[in-house]
Structures are given as structure tokens and as C-alpha cells.
């Protein structure tokens, strides 16, 4: 059974960092890329970083500069490194993946970040 399992979510304060981690039960490999989305109370759930196969990056406009997506295809694991975290980054932020073998799309259960003083 495939699974996605985020981890790192919690409470910072404003201007401050997290780190959060998805970790994959099966080679990371077999997806086409992996991603990270966030869901905000009352908003839609928007893409945040992406990190295809041979490593390439992309990043929504609001969290370029301060987020960093990477991936360690030995542990099965990607990361988004989150800095200069601002009220407005709160959110369930969820791991995405699309299989490469039958399309299927994988979500992780999601981790709660929130950004307060």
C-alpha cells in the first residue's frame, strides 16, 4: 500500500523556520514528481513546491526566496524547508504525489502549520 506520510508541522513564531518532511513506503522514484500543497481555513488548496524526478524546482510566487523543496531519493523523503515564516503561511500543509505507472494520486493526512506570536 502506498503511503505519504508528512511530519515537522507545529507552531513558530512570525520570521521564524520549519522544517517539514514527507516520507514515501515506496521508492520515490516511481512518481513523476513529488509536491507540497497547503489548505488554509476557507481557501482552496494550493500548490506551494514541486520537485520533479531529475530534480528540477518550482515554487508559488508568495513563499519563493523563503521555502526550499528537496528530495533524498536513498531515504524516499522530501523535504520543504520553510524560513522566514510569515501569519499568513498557516495552513495544513499536504505531501502530493502522481504514480508514473497508473496516474493514480497519492495525498499524506497533512500537518498543521501555524505561524502566530
Known amino acids: 500500500q502506498v503511503q505519504l506520510v508528512e511530519s515537522g508541522g507545529g507552531l513558530v513564531q512570525p520570521g521564524g523556520s520549519l522544517k517539514l518532511s514527507c516520507a514515501a513506503s515506496i521508492s520515490i522514484f516511481r512518481f513523476y514528481g513529488m509536491n507540497w500543497y497547503r489548505q488554509a481555513p476557507g481557501t482552496q488548496r494550493e500548490l506551494v513546491a514541486a520537485?520533479?524526478?531529475?530534480?528540477?524546482?518550482r515554487y508559488t510566487d508568495s513563499v519563493k526566496g523563503r521555502f526550499t523543496i528537496s528530495r533524498d531519493n536513498a531515504k524516499n523523503t522530501v523535504d520543504l524547508q520553510m524560513n522566514s515564516l510569515q501569519p499568513e503561511d498557516t495552513a495544513v500543509y499536504y505531501c502530493?504525489?502522481?504514480?508514473?505507472?497508473?496516474?493514480?494520486?497519492?495525498w499524506g493526512q497533512g500537518t498543521q502549520v501555524t505561524v502566530s506570536s
Open positions: 520537485i520533479t524526478l531529475g530534480g528540477s524546482t
Open positions: 502530493n504525489a502522481r504514480m508514473v505507472v497508473n496516474e493514480q494520486v497519492y
